[in-house]
């Protein structure tokens, strides 16, 4: 799998949480680790940068304390995790990248 920066922040420490895009038209998200295998938890300010006309396609639930939890596929190539930086209380997981249709009114 290849990926591609999109932005990071929440933390001071490493890399910290951080959003890529796949070539496999995901998202890569690298985020605090849980108890539960295949979540994790993010600041709210990760989802701002999904790529244009796009979003994280996996539900998530807001903690009350500016972080979201959300699920998807553990990440655990070799390949992959040489490629991130990760701090001792993170991991990666894949979610979908959905496509964004504006419903809106007419101008």
């Known amino acids: 799998m290849r990926i591609r920066f999109l932005g990071k922040g929440g933390s001071g420490e490493g890399d910290c949480p951080t959003l890529y895009a796949t070539d496999r038209n995901t998202y890569l998200v690298q985020g605090w680790e849980t108890t539960t295998v295949g979540m994790v938890e993010i600041p709210h300010l990760l989802t701002g ?53 504006y419903y809106g009114g007419i101008d």
Do not use: C, H, Y
């Open 49 to 101: 940068f999904a790529e244009s006309d796009t979003f994280i396609g996996a539900s998530m639930a807001d903690t009350g304390r500016g972080t979201f939890r959300l699920t998807g596929r553990p990440v655990t190539e070799p390949d992959v995790l040489a490629q991130l930086t990760l701090a001792n209380d993170e991991t990666a997981i894949e979610v979908p990248k959905k496509r964004r249709t």
